[in-house]
RNA sequence: GGAGAAAUACCCAAGCGGUUGAAGGGACCGGUCUUGAAAACCGGGAGGUCGGAAACGGCGCGGGGGUUCGAAUCCCUCUUUCUCCGCCA
């Protein structure tokens, strides 16, 4: 959401971010918003006039009443009755070219930075460096399902029959590694000046309405049934949630913290499950890092934050890259974002397994997020990264590790986390 | 889950239908005194938000709604906190 008074003054330049997202058919909303706005402030100062009118008469009200003047005093309630007809009129119209602008603006898509490439969809994301040497090993990587359950690390036809498709049961070995990962995650950001957190995994409608649109809303959270509340998708909304309406002190920001929490998704709409495996999934647990920072500081904060994620998985073996997502496929609250995606020897591409993005003010104007400066309050910055997520963090912990005879090596960083254990083996 | 009480500004807190369109403290800022500080004394200010170039004005006493000429004050509702009971890792 952009700020109304940028909308004014920079018509041009909102289409034009518009035109470089490919959003077309949204141009006219901005013409459309700035009419309505006009009308809201003529109206807004008619009515502060009639309410200052109101108070003053009902002052004197109080006045006349105090002096006994009965029949003066009646005289000037009806004058003020007759104000408060005109205002609920007013008041009326007012609320509708509100709500009317607000549905307007939610859907005119944030200012995308400058260095953002231009392109239509997905398929012109642009490679921007990659990270380790790709190994395509001279024997045969099965699928990942298939290597877990043959280490008796996964069950998913009883999951399938308690939970249904989505879920799964991650067993002994393969449960600790997951779980090890996840840990390894916590103590890599916390060395790296992160405060750690565990959040709400429930969040109120109003928290999620001001994280993301209805549309992602509808197709992500699962809602408990009879409770205003739902299933967090990431921790990153009970993470930024926590700060709505608050005014936060200059000298407390930058807040970097990095949070637990599983993860509920519907994925309606997206690819589908896979029916199989473990990659897209209702339930999956992350480690998540967020910051809160001045708007000069994002996109410093920004680039910090993907390459944590890219030496998390450098020290994991994984190799990587980072992919920045183009004009068209970034969506409308961000200002710049990029996935992390680690190798699959077995696909011999690419995988999606973090994304990082920078909001610039979108998600503080929502949820009204500021701070204190001497010069009033200004809102602030908030930019979210994966840390890890997995079981698919897992996926390609294991591919890449993959022993011929069927076993996995555990990277020399998760050891610890695995009393010592080096490799993962049949038995 | 049940029963009671409460929510006022950075903090404490008065107020319970009209000179309160928020008293009084504390902290804070400015000053006097002092070599400097502390103490004392004097002075200052509603933080936020919206409209406005500004002057100024609107909103605002946990959120939302209502009654009234007029609401911090009365009514409804939601949220949160506290106390007691019940239940439970």
Redo the contacts with the bound molecule.
């Keep these: 959401m952009l700020d109304?008074?940028f909308v004014r003054e920079n018509v041009d330049k909102v289409k034009e971010n518009i035109k470089k997202k490919f959003q077309d058919e949204k141009l006219p909303l901005v013409d459309e918003v700035v009419e309505i706005d006009k009308k809201i402030?003529d109206l807004?100062?008619k009515?502060?006039?009639l309410?200052?009118e109101?108070?003053?008469?009902?002052?004197e009200?109080?006045l006349l009443?105090?002096n006994k003047k009965i029949e003066d005093a009646n005289k000037l309630?009806e004058d003020?009755?007759k104000i408060?007809d005109i205002l609920i009129d007013i008041e009326k119209e007012e609320t509708i070219l509100q709500e009317q602008i607000k549905e307007k603006m939610i859907i005119i898509p944030q200012m995308i930075d400058e260095s953002v490439p231009i392109g239509k969809d997905d398929s012109e994301n642009v490679e921007i460096e990659k990270f380790g040497k790709p190994v395509v090993p001279d024997y045969e990587i099965p699928y990942h399902a298939d290597i877990c359950e043959n280490l008796n690390g996964l069950d998913k036809d009883s999951a399938g029959r308690t939970s249904g498709n989505g879920f799964y049961y991650l067993i002994g070995d393969i449960a600790r590694l997951h779980e090890a990962m996840i840990s390894y995650a916590r103590d890599f950001m916390i060395d790296k000046g992160f405060t750690y957190c565990i959040p709400p995994f429930m969040i109120r409608s109003d928290v999620v309405t001001g994280v993301m649109s209805f549309k992602e809303m509808e197709n992500m959270m699962y809602k408990i049934e009879n409770e205003d509340l739902y299933l967090i998708g990431t921790s990153e909304h009970s993470m930024i949630g926590r700060f709505k309406n608050q005014?936060i002190k200059e000298e407390d920001l930058p807040i970097a913290m990095t949070s637990y929490s599983p993860c509920f998704r519907k994925e309606v709409g997206a690819h589908g499950l896979e029916e199989r495996g473990l990659y897209r999934v209702h339930q999956f647990e992350k480690q998540e890092m967020i910051v809160l920072c001045k708007e000069e500081d994002a996109m410093d904060w920004y680039n910090k934050m993907w390459s944590y994620t890219v030496e998390f998985f450098r020290n994991l073996d994984v190799p990587v890259r980072t992919l920045e997502c183009c004009s068209g496929d970034l969506a409308d609250l961000k200002v710049k974002s990029c996935d992390v995606e680690a190798w699959s020897p077995r696909q011999q591409k690419y995988f999606e397994v973090g994304s990082c993005s920078t909001l610039g003010d979108a998600q503080a104007r929502r949820l009204s997020i500021?701070m204190?400066t001497e010069q009033?309050?200004k809102l602030v910055a908030t930019l979210n990264n994966t840390v890890v997520a997995s079981p698919r963090g897992l996926i390609a912990v294991i591919e890449n590790n993959y022993q011929e005879d069927g076993s996995i090596l555990i990277p020399k960083v998760l050891q610890p986390y695995m009393g010592g254990k080096e490799k993962i083996e049949k038995k």
């Design positions: 109304i008074k402030r807004k100062l009515g502060d006039n309410r200052q109101r108070n003053s008469k009902s002052n009200i109080g009443m105090r309630k003020v009755k408060n005014i500021r204190k009033g309050n």
